[in-house]
């Protein structure tokens, strides 16, 4: 059964890191692009970044552009989030996500798969 399990949320101060992780299990993800997404209470779940199967290919949310950094470690089927300088307004539940054409996308529609979120909460 495929898996997709998001770790590393938390409590964290305004301006602080945090780093998430996402851990597939079931099948090998290493030609999958993966992609991070974010639903805070109320609004939509929107894009965050991305990631290309190899990794080259990056594509970032304008709201979090040079601070958030998205990398993959295909050795161990991991995507990785790491999140810099964090706003109050960052607070969200993170899902990651693969997409098995293994182009890089924006859209939820693209995503085959989908963890289970992880809640990031940033006081200011």
């Known amino acids: 059964q495929v898996q997709l399990v998001e770790s590393g949320g938390g409590l964290v101060q305004a301006g602080g890191p945090l780093r998430l992780s996402c851990a597939a299990s079931?099948?090998?993800?290493?030609?999958?692009?993966r992609g991070w997404f974010r639903q805070a209470p109320g609004k939509e779940r929107g894009f965050v970044a991305a990631?290309?199967?190899?990794?080259?290919?990056?594509y970032y949310a304008d709201s979090v552009k040079d601070r958030f950094t998205i990398y993959r470690d295909n050795a161990k089927n991991t995507v990785y989030l790491q999140m810099n300088s964090l706003k109050p307004e960052d607070t969200a539940v993170y899902y990651c996500?693969?997409?098995?054409?293994?182009?890089?996308?924006?859209?939820?529609?693209?995503?085959?798969?989908w963890g289970q979120g992880t809640q990031v909460t940033v006081s200011s």
């Open positions: 990631i290309s199967r190899n990794g080259g290919t990056t």
């Open positions: 079931g099948r090998t993800f290493s030609s999958y692009a």
């Open positions: 996500a693969a997409n098995r054409w293994g182009v890089p996308g924006k859209a939820r529609s693209e995503y085959h798969y």
